[in-house]
């Protein structure tokens, strides 16, 4: 049995943070070490996604570690202590954090890795400063020509649901029907209350 399969039989094919059946894949816990089982969660796309890209700031999305907090897998464990400690910023997450209960050797191993904060640098902002996430909605400040498409996007166009790219200084969005790299420079985000 590989070691994918004997993680999906002990997870019962959930997500071992959030309990979401959908896109699963391993992920190591211990990344300097050999994959193995004890090292090894069986997490969805989100949160694979969010912790591979450092996204798990201010994400409303942990509040299912709650009940995953109190899995019987050291690999899980060792994963929401470095989560909880991360954001025990949040009230919610301290009082988490002060309730879990890990071996000395388990903490030992969760505070090995650390999650590093987004600085500054590497934050996406909009013209103004302001922080931008995925999903944020966007107005552009800027009639902009897009090449290869044979347009131009009018300042006051409204993007939706932007993906953040790799560059902190670029957003994926879509304009007339069409998916394209915008600059934040000539965006600014559209605060909905």
């Not at 190591?28 to 694979?48: A, D, G, I």
């Not at 994963?79 to 949040?90: A, D, E, G, P, V």
Request: aromatic share 6%; proline share 1%; net charge negative.
């Amino acid at each position: 049995m590989t070691i994918l399969e004997q993680v999906q039989k002990r997870s019962q094919l959930k997500c071992e943070l959030c309990f979401s059946p959908d896109e699963l894949d391993l992920f190591n816990v211990m990344p300097e070490e050999k994959e193995n089982t004890e090292n090894s969660t069986l997490l969805c796309n989100t949160c694979r996604g969010a912790l591979n890209h450092n996204n798990i700031e201010d994400n409303a999305h942990w509040n299912c570690l709650e009940q995953s907090m109190w899995s019987e897998h050291d690999s899980v464990k060792i994963l929401i202590f470095r989560l909880l400690s991360h954001l025990q910023h949040q009230s919610w997450a301290k009082e988490l954090l002060d309730q879990l209960y890990l071996e000395e050797h388990l903490i030992n191993k969760a505070k090995a890795v650390s999650f590093k904060s987004k600085d500054s640098k590497s934050l996406t902002k909009d013209s103004n400063g302001t922080i931008l996430h995925d999903g944020d909605t966007v107005t552009l400040i800027k009639d902009l020509v897009v090449k290869g498409a044979n347009f131009t996007a009018k300042r006051g166009t409204t993007v939706k649901k932007i993906s953040l790219t790799d560059n902190s200084e670029q957003i994926e969005g879509r304009i007339n029907g069409t998916r394209i790299v915008l600059l934040t420079c000539y965006l600014k985000k559209i605060l909905i209350s």
